[in-house]
């Protein structure tokens, strides 16, 4: 069974305050991992999608790392217009190679003070 | 503008009553999926469709039925066999059948019943 366990819970960091968010996943051949923000009471909004261990993404001040067993969702110099849940998702190997749905974490709540 | 349009963004209802929740997309993307999130819970999925007239059932089926009879359109009924209708739920698309796709967000309809 595919699981994805993201840490911490939540977290709260000051303005400026750079920090990082974990996912580790288990799965049968990774088709992607996916990072996703969600603010409250919205559907959540594609980040990055990541697919063999060693590569990286950015966007302006997120970046995305995958190794074999997790992924990194750093965060530097954060603004509070950065609070959000922040989703982490696996899609696993499909023998028929159709778009099967993605595994989510529980997300990761972070909240940047001014 | 492209994307994925949920309605109604509230929904109301009493127990033992079916609800359909709407989904269109103008993305044209191949692939809909429905999931559904609770407080605490990560994301769950419920159905999926990679194509016209062709759906597969994901992790929590039971007490929902679907159609995707226009590529546009993956309408999601809640039953009154579903025990624990109230949630949060979220439409997406993906633009191929293919895995490895990332999937867009609609903005959700929250479900009450009561």
């Known amino acids: 069974e595919d699981q994805v366990t993201q840490s911490p819970e939540a977290l709260r960091l000051q303005e400026g305050e750079s920090s990082s968010l974990n996912c580790s996943y288990t799965v049968s051949g990774l088709r992607g991992l996916f990072w996703y923000r969600q603010d409250p009471g919205k559907g959540p909004e594609f980040l990055f999608t990541?697919?063999?261990a060693g590569e990286e993404k950015e966007k302006e001040r997120l970046k995305a790392t995958l190794t074999k067993k997790e992924s990194f969702l750093h965060i530097t110099a954060p603004k509070p217009e950065d609070s959000a849940t922040y989703l982490c998702a696996v899609q696993a190997g499909y023998s028929g190679g159709g778009a099967d749905g993605l595994t989510f974490g529980k997300g990761t709540h972070l909240i940047i003070q001014p | 503008d492209g994307g994925i349009t949920q309605s109604p963004k509230y929904l109301f209802r009493k127990e033992g009553q079916n609800v359909t929740l709407s989904c269109e997309q103008n993305l044209n993307h191949d692939a809909m999926y429905w999931y559904r999130q609770d407080p605490g819970q990560g994301l769950r999925l419920i159905y999926y469709s990679q194509i016209v007239n062709d759906f597969q059932k994901g992790d929590i089926a039971e007490g929902y039925s679907v159609s995707r009879e226009k590529k546009e359109s993956f309408p999601l009924t809640v039953t009154s066999a579903q025990k624990n209708p109230t949630a949060f739920y979220l439409c997406a698309s993906s633009r191929a059948r293919a895995s490895g796709y990332e999937q867009y967000f609609g903005p959700g309809t929250r479900l009450t019943v009561t």
């Open positions: 990541l697919y063999s």
